[in-house]
């Protein structure tokens, strides 16, 4: 699988759209770009994944560039319950090995 | 409702001592998996299991040990042998994830067992 590399955190205040960003300059045409997040003492959630095209479900959107090197999820109006940690993830369909997190980005959402 | 449940929520244990932690799920899944997180870092796999019956050693299998005798239940036991055993214990299941679909990378959560060594 690709690596993946993500800020550490990022703030963002409530009500404005969270912009996090991933980059998996590495990527195969064959991968996908899979998105998680972990609320603190919780486990994660799956929020969108994509190959090539934006992608976008009531959850967020994915934008992906055109040389697929890099990935923004956005959170159009984040509110407080988006504080978490998000997991940008890199995976073909058949993978050998279950899916590896890295340490992802600390979003905090200020009111 | 479907999902996957742990238990305990919360866990308090004595140097020395076997605990064994819970984890049940009704989607159906083939696989199910044990993450460990530890404070600020990522998930670490510890194991994983595609079939009933078998199961394969993740990255930090040491110290642990599993059993996949039906499909809904994948329990976790910590041994006297791991060194560090407090933190916080996730499992996941998934459809089989050698399987060429989109939703084998997908997993459920739990909402996580948090053990205590003291």
Known sequence: DAKTTQPTSMDCAEGRAANLPCNHSTISGNEYVYWYRQIHSQGPQYIIHGLKNNETNEMASLIITEDRKSSTLILPHATLRDTAVYYCIVRALSGNTPLVFGKGTRLSVIA | ?118
């Open chain 2, 1 to 118: 409702d479907g999902g996957i449940t742990q238990s305990p929520k919360y866990l308090f244990r004595k140097e020395g001592q076997n605990v064994t932690l819970s984890c049940e799920q009704n989607l159906n899944h083939d696989a199910m998996y044990w993450y460990r997180q530890d404070p600020g870092q990522g998930l670490r796999l510890i194991y994983y299991s595609q079939i009933v019956n078998d199961f394969q050693k993740g990255d930090i299998a040491e110290g642990y040990s599993v059993s996949r005798e039906k499909k809904e239940s994948f329990p976790l036991t910590v041994t006297s042998a791991q060194k560090n055993p407090t933190a916080f214990y996730l499992c996941a299941s998934s459809i089989y994830y050698g399987d060429s679909s989109l939703r084998a990378n997908v997993l459920t959560f739990g909402a996580g067992s948090r053990l205590t060594v003291l």
